[in-house]
């Protein structure tokens, strides 16, 4: 499966929007990465089949009825899985897998915004946010008014939101309490759902409108 998934990924086309956002530096290091077969499975497995594993922890038959009273449970489900992967990798990491663990995670929580209106993928939507929280209040990402600028030094500022983020929603798993009562934390409703951190919020409304424009548009050299 990851073959055809790795496949999947080398023949998609160049966007502009990922260039004109993520810029031209960050995209042409994500692509020379996608050469490296033996790196995009060892990052496929910490972040994709971590994720899948992440959904197993601190659930049992209980925990989506008891925490679903908002019904908000499956809005931070896919954000607790996606960073139990992460949170392994951060108790083993690999030091040449570093920079490209947190290019994927970035690259990720920005197409995400693309979903904003698709209800039937909001809990991928709303992960994306809380990602991009993390981000923007560790110093790794800003956003200067037209793309985003980087700051790879504050990796281990990030770890530490991470650390500090998961245990907290794992203390609200494990007390089975109501799941919005930690997505008040990073996000609220208005039309759509919006992160709470005004930066995020700026970067976010910018991004969803540069998507309407030229979502569609093809990258040219």
Request: hydrophobic share 35%.
């Amino acid at each position: 499966f990851v073959d055809k998934v790795y496949e999947d990924m080398k023949a998609r086309p160049k966007m502009a929007l990922s260039y004109e956002i993520l810029g031209k530096e960050f995209m042409d290091r994500f692509y020379k990465d996608l050469e490296d077969k033996d790196k995009f499975i060892k990052v496929y497995d910490i972040t994709t089949i971590g994720h899948e594993f992440g959904h197993i922890l601190w659930v049992d038959e209980e925990s989506e009825s008891k925490m679903n009273k908002s019904g908000m449970f499956k809005n931070v489900e896919e954000f607790k899985a996606t960073t139990g992967g992460l949170m392994a990798f951060f108790e083993n990491e690999d030091e040449s897998l570093k920079e490209a663990i947190l290019d994927d995670t970035i690259k990720r929580a920005v197409g995400l915004i693309a979903w904003m209106e698709v209800d039937e993928v909001l809990p991928y939507y709303i992960e994306g946010l809380i990602h991009l929280t993390g981000l923007f209040e560790s110093g790794v990402l800003s956003f200067n008014g037209k793309s985003l600028e980087y700051d790879y030094s504050k990796y281990n500022k990030l770890k530490e939101w991470y650390k500090k983020t998961y245990l907290h929603l794992a203390e609200v798993y494990v007390k089975k309490a109501d799941a919005k009562e930690f997505l008040d934390k990073f996000v609220y409703k208005d039309k759509n759902f919006y992160p709470l951190d005004e930066k995020v919020d700026e970067f976010v409304r910018y991004y969803y409108q540069r998507y309407k424009e030229i979502g569609d548009k093809i990258y040219k050299n």
